[in-house]
């Protein structure tokens, strides 16, 4: 019964130096980590969901924050020893680690590397110093280039973010960003590019300032040029986007991430961790877990019961269905058919409107075809309205 | 029990802001009706709506005692009426209710046109009116100009006009000394059979249905069988009394007296004003004369916004209809809006009004569709039916020829402003009947649509005179018109509350300009949705909404799929409430903003 779609772990590291003003994860500026007692903590809660899941085989880890690079390597390390002791691994497991370029030197690159870490995915968000600062980040982008040089050496895999779309920023100004962000990528050996457009959170302090009128974003039309022309410059360039926002040389997805769009299961731990668990037995059954998001509760939680889950939801059959739909259409290659099925318990069509189908395919917003569900280029880029436009 | 030679009987007619109630305010106070502790602005003004527009709706009465310079002490009682056309009706019934009025006008404004239209029909009731100049001692006043003004456009002698202040509170014995000596006591006679005539009706949360009359003859008391002669029905009056303005229960109300009584009614359709109460046991002969009936002459529909909210609609409204019977509704459906009530209306404030309090008294959130006028359809089978409603509108082929009704409308402009004004009645096909000039004001008569009225006429009016014109219209007669409907179509499909009539000439404008509105208040789809009107099969204007191109989450991973489904789950119960067409979502704020007259 297991497909393509993979199980991974996702273990979360809550705290940052500082908070970026767009940022609406889980994170903490904390002024004293105790490192011991956060890896204890980490490493009971990860028992405790290897208990609940045994017999899979583990497909990636992505250590994911707040600023995992912050965490000891040795922590780091402890984790991933655990994790092969929990569950038998494939051969070229994933493991991913996200860092801040000023939050690493050279040094700490090859302690991270040598804990087990694989794959490196840093925040670089924006290639000039300006918007660095409107975005908040402590780092300038000298000092983003050599960290980012410098892990190119080390990981057999780097990734780096940008964040596009920022306020007065023009389609000339982004296209020069990009081309030069590709340039770097190909010549130091970077197989992997998240570009993001600028989105606006709920109550994050950047969303506040939005709301009252301290700069203006990209209007609709130009952002989904910004988009177009991302998607064209990263072709050319040999990395076209294998989901909404995310590229990659051939054969350089990120694999856990890929786990979250095809719908497999992930284990989630630490502060604020989500996971999706699906049950052994009879009936096919989702649940989806959620860590208590305050570190400090968090920890006591752990100390006193092995773990700090704070929602398990069984989900219903139609609501596992339509997160299948809604993540799964954001891959370039769409949804499988059958897998949906086998993961579901239901065929697509139950679920879906045929009227809004028709229209969707008409518009060539999507392509349906008897093994698959994929969404046009066109389609991704309206993909919320697309997905609500589909399901019934 | 006063003698009739000391009632004095008497209303106050004013253009809106020229301190109609303000006087008032100031005559209770002379004559102790309230204390300085019980006073507040306005206190005839008892609906939030009234004071906050500084509008008198609903008539009121007030009963005070003076003493006069002759030593002798009157009772006055003042009918407070409503200035604006729409209240006309209720106009002419406070009127029928005195023997005299004052005419208050603005020393530094002059005659307004409402003014014009309320004093003569004071002057048509047979009142004595006294001319009163308020606000004299406003640098601006310009009493002899006005007193001239009064004399030439209005036609009565105002060389013995009082003058006062009301908010300054000057002049005011003056006033009430002019009302002892200048105006006629009633007429009566208490020992003929009660004749008294029912002047308004309202519900009272706490005495149920109140009713105000005026006695011509006889004496009502509390016991007293009476006897509503137009519907034959009899009730035993419970209580007898007046406004002073406090409720204040009296033993009766005897000839030329102005008072309520209670006499447990149900309904206030019961009570249909104008008609002529008598003793059960001892009728009179004749009914007094009553009055014509109300007949709205706008409708719109009302639609809630969530139809869950139909049948608090419909109480709502027939609650709101206990107080004021010069309003219909009849139940509608629409495509677009669902279940709803077709509403007529005396006038457009009338209609502002009363969309107002329900939303206000009863907290309803509504869609109104725009105001029409009452067209009238001739078909080929030579039958004739109103229409309220364009959707309602037969077939082109049965039809031989529409009618819409038209008004006469006074307009009172600084003449700076004529030429403008001339041309926007023109625009509205207006014919001009006469243009005179009182001093430096133009005073015109034109005849009008009223469907042109209904549409912007009186923003549009305000905005070219700078606020300086005044207006005012009544419903004259229909005339054959070249009447179209034009329909707007979304992505094809009939929108059925947009549709709407106008004069082939006008179709194209408005026909437009709605679909301009449109293009910008519904949102974007993911595909081109084309707006429409069209005259029967004819399209007359057309907009195109392009497709939408990016609604995509930047980012969504293991942390952000059950945010993201809840917020898919919201949007597809959201999806259900929106009115759909076709496949098209029209928001609910479409509707209100499309349909508004104005641009604004």
Known sequence: MMGDEGFGLYIHWPFCLSKCPYCDFNSHVAEHVDQGAWRDALLRELAYFAGCTPGRILTSIFFGGGTPSLMDPDTAAALIAAARASWRTVNDLEITLEANPGTVDAERFERIHAAGINRLSMGVQALNDADLKFLGRRHGVAEARTAWRAAAKIFPRTSFDLIYARP????????????????????????????????????????????????????????????????????????????????????????????????????????????????????????????????????????????????????????????????????????????????????????????????????????????????????????????????? | ???????????????????????????????????????????????????????????????????????????????????????????????????????????????????????????????????????????????????????????????????????????????????????????????????????????????????????????IKKGTKVRFMSTNTTYTVEQVGVFTPKRVVLPSLNPGELGFITAGIKAVADCNVGDTITDDARPAAEPLPGFKPSVPVVFCGLFPVDAAQFEVLRESLAKLRLNDASFHFQMESSAALGFGFRCGFLGLLHMEIIQERLEREFDLDLISTAPSVVYRIHSTDGSVQELHN??????????????????????????????????????????????????????????????????????????????????????????????????????DELVDALSFMAHRSQAEGRGRQICERLKDLIPRHLFKIPIQAAIGGKVIARETISAMRKDVTAKCYGGDISRKRKLLDKQKAGKKRMRQFGSVEIPQSAFISALRMSDD
């Open chain 2, 390 to 491: 364009p959707a309602d509108m037969p077939e082109v082929t049965r039809i031989t020829k529409i009618e819409e009704p038209w008004v006469k409308a006074t307009i009172l402009v600084p003449d700076e402003y004529l030429g403008s004004i001339l041309a926007l009645c023109t625009e509205r096909r207006g014919e001009q009947i006469d243009l005179t000039y009182a001093g430096n004001r133009a005073m015109l008569i034109y005849r009008l649509p009223l469907n042109e009225i209904v549409f912007d006429f009186y923003d549009r009016l305000k905005s070219i005179s700078r606020g300086y014109a005044s207006f005012d219209y009544e419903v004259d007669d229909y005339r054959e018109s070249d009447l179209v409907k034009v329909s707007i179509l979304v992505n």
């Open chain 2, 1 to 219: 029990m006063t003698d009739l030679s000391h009632i004095r009987n008497f209303s106050i007619v004013a253009h809106i802001d020229h301190g109609k109630s303000t006087l008032a305010d100031r005559l209770i106070q002379a004559c102790e009706g309230l204390t300085l502790r019980e006073m507040h602005e306005q206190v005839l003004d008892n609906m939030d709506i009234e004071r906050e527009r500084g509008i008198t709706i609903k008539a009121q009465t007030v009963r005070l005692a003076y003493k006069a310079k002759d030593g002798k002490t009157y009772q006055l009682n003042l009918v407070d009426t409503p200035g604006h056309v729409d209240f006309a009706y209720e106009v002419s019934r406070s009127l029928a209710a005195c023997e005299g009025s004052i005419l208050v006008v603005d020393a530094s404004q002059g005659v307004e046109a409402q003014t014009l239209a309320n004093v003569y029909q004071a002057i048509e009731a047979n009142h004595e009116i006294v001319p009163v100049l308020n606000k004299i001692d406003l640098p601006a006043a310009e009493p002899d100009r006005v007193k001239q003004q009064i004399e030439d456009v209005i036609g009565i002698d105002a060389s013995d006009a009082v003058l006062c202040s009301a908010k300054s509170g000057i002049g005011i014995p003056d006033v009430l000394e002019a009302l002892v000596t200048r105006l006629p006591p009633p007429t009566g006679d208490g020992d003929a059979p009660l004749k008294a005539l029912l002047v308004d009706s309202w519900y009272d949360a706490y005495l149920g249905v109140v009713i105000l009359v005026r006695v011509k003859d006889g004496a």
């Open chain 1, 168 to 392: 007065k920023q023009t389609l000339a100004m982004w296209e020069e960003e990009l081309r030069e962000a590709l340039d770097e990528v190909q010549r130091h050996g970077i197989t992997h590019l998240s570009l993001y457009q600028l989105t606006m959170e709920d109550g994050t302090p950047m969303a506040a300032e939005h709301a009252r009128g301290k700069f203006v974003l990209p209007v609709e039309d130009d952002a989904a040029v910004m988009y177009e022309r991302t998607q064209a410059l990263c072709d050319a360039a040999g990395f076209p986007a294998y989901e909404v926002s995310n590229h990659a040389a051939e054969g350089a997805a990120c694999r856990h991430n890929l786990t979250y769009w095809r719908g497999g299961d992930y284990v989630g731990v630490g502060p604020g961790a989500h996971g999706r668990l699906t049950l052994d037995g009879a009936t096919r059954a989702t649940r989806a877990t959620r860590q208590i998001k305050a570190p400090a509760i968090w920890l006591k939680r752990v100390d006193r019961d092995g773990h700090g889950t704070q929602e398990d939801e069984l989900l219903t059959a139609e609501a596992r269905a339509e997160e299948l739909v809604m993540v799964g259409l954001r891959v370039s290659d769409g949804l499988d058919k059958d897998r949906f099925a086998r993961l579901a318990g239901r065929p697509l069509e139950s679920l879906i409107d045929p009227t809004g189908l028709a229209m969707l395919t008409r518009e060539n917003l999507l392509q349906d075809t008897p093994s698959r569900l994929v969404a046009t280029p066109r389609g991704r880029l309206a993909l919320n309205a697309v997905i609500k436009a589909l399901l019934a």
